[in-house]
């Protein structure tokens, strides 16, 4: 019997900081407990993150983040900068890219 496969087509979108980004995105983050306490952590996590979508066959896109275009997209929905947050933003932006609607 054949395992089922991933569907390759699917993109999971991965939010993507440089180091000034991610100096920003501490300052403004509203979970930034949650968050590893600097880039170097951060990136290395990231990375690690990535390389275990790729070895389950997901498809992992590194989505660069602009941290005041996120926090103006979450101040017009009334949203908090957090994770969940920063997860429908990237998803917002793939979708954008892509020529779909906002869902």
Known sequence: ??????????????????????????????????????????ERNALDALRMFERQGQRAEKVHVDVDALVSWCKDRRLPITGASR???????????DGQAEV
């Open 87 to 97: 997860s429908r933003y990237v998803s917002f932006v793939l979708q954008q890219r």
């Open 1 to 42: 019997m054949l395992k089922p496969r991933p569907d390759r087509n699917i993109v999971v979108g991965f939010a993507w900081f440089d180091r000034a980004q991610w100096q920003r995105l501490m300052e403004v983050a509203d979970d930034r407990n949650k968050l590893d306490d600097t880039f170097e952590q951060w």
